[in-house]
């Protein structure tokens, strides 16, 4: 496994990674960051010990020990990631005290099983006859809704006859409710008293009209399924269906009972229904009806996607229609002739809506599923490399929608023809050549910039970056080197063009750093790295972080016109190019600086993963240095204003992929200070407070941070933690 090796968080185990190897592709096998074992509760499985593998984009779950592989959970399908701070029930001793459960919640489209409708919280004995199926037992108690009634003595008797051939049976009854109940469904559904349904009075226990007696719409479409478990019901409903066939004298529709008569306005007599979603109307205007004798003036409801009745007419048989009333109310005696009903009622025609359609579910709608992963050891980093996992799919994923981001970091085809010993190689050989005393600025620029080509294409170099602490070392010398002043005299007159280029290696040196902190936290060597001499390096590098760069002093052209012609040669005009393209630099470093701080931050959450000594280069201790240096106030109002204007309104409605991360990164940043240090949110709050009330706008946000950005709806809460802190008040803002 490439991310997996001896210098990791995690423990190998050689038998995980040969499955993995088997079962994943080489591309996918490469981005496994991390495994561990597991119980597993969910919708799918319910306290099953697994083992749970993270990549750089997915979930995996395996069996343990494992069988088959699965992709449970898509980083971008993943809303939250929480520590839920409690002992899981299941489990007892020691393993109970040191289990982590890790809740993922995630956005799933795939519908839960439907759960039974019906549930009988009495303590009675409910029995089953062998053979019958559950559906046929749900059906009869929940939609054969009929007044209870009075039984005879042979009934009772009959009842008994019943109990011996192995028939529905019921416990005697505590109440009349359940006398009710129980003289209802004590006997079996044969077809004389299917036969006598028809003959009840069901006005007065349902309030709208329905397709049948007996059953709603809904089950009745289910009952046209040819399911095993609806056969013997079916036979048991022939003779009723029969006896409403001949009724009907041939007649293609249902009988129904007729709606109350009511006045028709002018407003209705030109509105028909259509249906929503497979089972719902919305009336609209129809311009087939017939708006001058008040009528409807076709029978059918018309649709998108359904028959129409030419075509029915050429195939030669006419389809029977099912039929919805449109007035739902009282019904009315049951002898009104069927034609009545027909010219009263408009009919909707249900023939070939899908299954689907008449679920209850809705497959299109996103839910929030929960997946909980409980781990069994509190050493274990899988909460911290979740969470990091999916901050770095978020970040990543908006970069790739920059086609330019998108081109540099795609890999190399010739990646699957070098083995790690050549990869190691090549890489030793470069980092001899950089370390070189003898190197030029333009030498070691050149060197640099391929190091970070080449670890762009290939993460496998971010790995052999980290082994020593050697270019580390050597890259904050440089910059120690030419920040915050120039080894060169700002007095002379080619400064400015020198001093141009020290800021163009600086900031390819900082780049540098920023790609080498990007995704390496399973790496436990960068900690090493980072912690070094007591930390002296990574402190130098925050120093030079947050200074302010020394710049020549700006060339100001003469003021009179005479003097401007006198001083407009072609020797002068370069130094206000150069003061330009100086002022440009300082600006992108600035920029690139806020990024490698904001992953200094990343880290030092990321100390205390797994059982490394969170006690030095913590979050806490970091935050410290930024009090105590005295240029730290001059960089927070630089990065303050940054990224208010990256917000505020402007020519430009949209941010580009980078510089939404870059408003992330600056948000990520003023929050960290205002949690962890009083006096840095209090200059915040005592020196910004119009900005934010004024320049924090929520159709400008909304605008600026388009909802693709998998970014946005981070940096959206990120920028109401920070405004709802500088305005002393809760700020929520409703982008839609």
Not at 170 to 197: G, I, T, Y
Not at 379 to 404: K, V
Not at 649 to 655: A, G, H, N, P, T
Request: glycine residues 4%; charged residues 25%.
């Amino acid at each position: 496994m490439a991310r997996i090796g001896p210098d990791t968080l995690v423990k190998r185990n050689s038998k995980f990674e040969s499955f993995l190897k088997r079962r994943l592709d080489l591309d996918k096998f490469d981005r496994i960051r991390a495994y561990d074992s597991c119980i597993i509760v969910s919708e799918k499985a319910d306290k099953e010990f697994k083992f749970v593998a993270i990549s750089d984009e997915v979930i995996y779950l395996t069996e343990n020990p494992p069988k088959t592989i699965s992709e449970e959970v898509h980083f971008k399908d993943v809303t939250d990631v929480t520590l839920v701070n409690t002992f899981p029930d299941f489990l007892g001793g020691e393993d109970r005290k040191n289990a982590q459960h890790i809740a993922v919640s995630y956005l799933t489209n795939i519908p839960l099983k439907n759960k039974k409708k019906w549930k009988d919280n009495s303590p009675r004995e409910q029995k089953l006859p062998i053979g019958t199926s559950a559906s046929y037992h749900e059906i009869s108690r929940n939609t054969l809704e009929v007044p209870a009634v009075k039984r005879t003595l042979s009934d009772t008797a009959a009842r008994r006859d019943t109990r011996k051939s192995g028939q529905l049976v019921l416990s005697s009854p505590r109440n009349k409710s359940d006398s009710a109940l129980v003289q209802h469904f004590s006997s079996s559904l044969d077809d004389s008293e299917l036969r006598s349904l028809t003959d009840l009075d069901l006005s007065d226990n349902e309030a709208e009209p329905r397709l049948s007696k007996s059953l709603s719409a809904v089950q009745l479409k289910r009952l046209g399924l040819s399911s095993q478990e609806s056969v013997d019901f079916k036979d048991q409903l022939r003779s009723h269906k029969k006896s409403q066939k001949e009724a009907a004298n041939t007649s293609p529709f249902r009988s129904l009972p007729v709606p109350p008569k009511r006045e028709i306005s002018k407003s209705d007599q030109n509105l028909s229904v259509i249906p929503l979603n497979g089972s719902r109307g919305r009336i609209i205007p129809d311009p087939k009806l017939n708006a001058s004798n008040g009528s409807v003036a076709s029978e059918g409801i018309h649709r998108e996607g359904s028959r129409t009745s030419s075509n029915s007419s050429d195939s030669g048989v006419e389809k029977p229609r099912r039929s919805w009333s449109l007035w739902p109310g009282s019904r009315k005696n049951s002898s009104d002739t069927e034609s009545e009903q027909r010219s009263s009622i408009p009919s909707l025609d249900l023939s070939d809506l899908p299954d689907e359609a008449f679920d209850e579910t809705n497959s299109d709608d996103q839910r929030v599923a929960v997946l909980n992963i409980y781990i069994l050891t509190l050493s274990s980093p899988i909460l911290g490399i979740i969470s990091s996992a999916w901050h770095n799919y978020l970040i990543r994923a908006t970069l790739l929608l920059d086609e330019e981001f998108a081109q540099q970091t795609t890999p190399s085809p010739r990646k699957t023809n070098l083995d790690t010993e050549k990869l190691g190689a090549l890489f030793n050989q470069l980092k001899r050549e950089i370390l070189s005393s003898a190197n030029t600025m333009e030498v070691t620029f050149q060197l640099v910039n391929e190091m970070k080509t080449a670890a762009e294409k290939n993460s496998m170099l971010k790995k052999m970056f980290w082994k020593s602490a050697d270019l580390f070392s050597f890259i904050v010398d440089q910059l120690q080197r030419y920040l915050p002043k120039s080894p060169n005299q700002m007095d002379a007159d080619q400064a400015r063009a020198q001093r141009a280029d020290e800021f163009e290696l600086a900031i390819l040196l900082v780049e540098t750093l920023g790609l080498m902190f990007r995704e390496t936290e399973i790496f436990p060597s960068r900690i090493r790295c980072l912690k070094a001499g007591k930390g002296k390096t990574a402190l130098d590098l925050v120093i030079v972080l947050t200074c302010f760069p020394e710049v020549p002093q700006k060339y100001v052209p003469p003021t009179s016109k005479a003097a401007a012609l006198l001083q407009s040669t072609q020797s002068d005009q370069w130094k206000c190019l150069a003061d330009a393209e100086i002022s440009k630099l300082v600006t992108e470093f600035s920029i690139v600086a806020t990024s490698v701080l904001f992953e200094l931050i990343i880290i030092a959450h990321q100390s205390n993963w797994g059982e490394s000594d969170g006690s030095f280069f913590n979050i806490g201790w970091l935050v410290k240095v930024l009090e105590e240096l005295r240029t730290t106030e001059k960089f927070v109002e630089g990065a303050t204003g940054r990224a208010l204007r990256l917000i505020s309104r402007s020519k430009r409605l949209e941010l580009s992929p980078q510089e939404a991360i870059q408003a992330f990164q600056h948000f990520y940043i003023l929050k960290t200070v205002i949690t962890y240090s009083p006096p840095i949110a209090a200059f915040i709050k005592n020196n910004y407070t119009e900005e934010f009330k004024y320049f924090v706008q929520a159709p400008v946000i909304a605008e600026k941070l388009p909802e693709r950005y998998p970014i946005t709806t981070w940096t959206v809460k990120l920028i109401e933690d920070v405004t709802s802190h500088v305005l002393e008040k809760k700020t929520q803002l409703r982008l839609k």
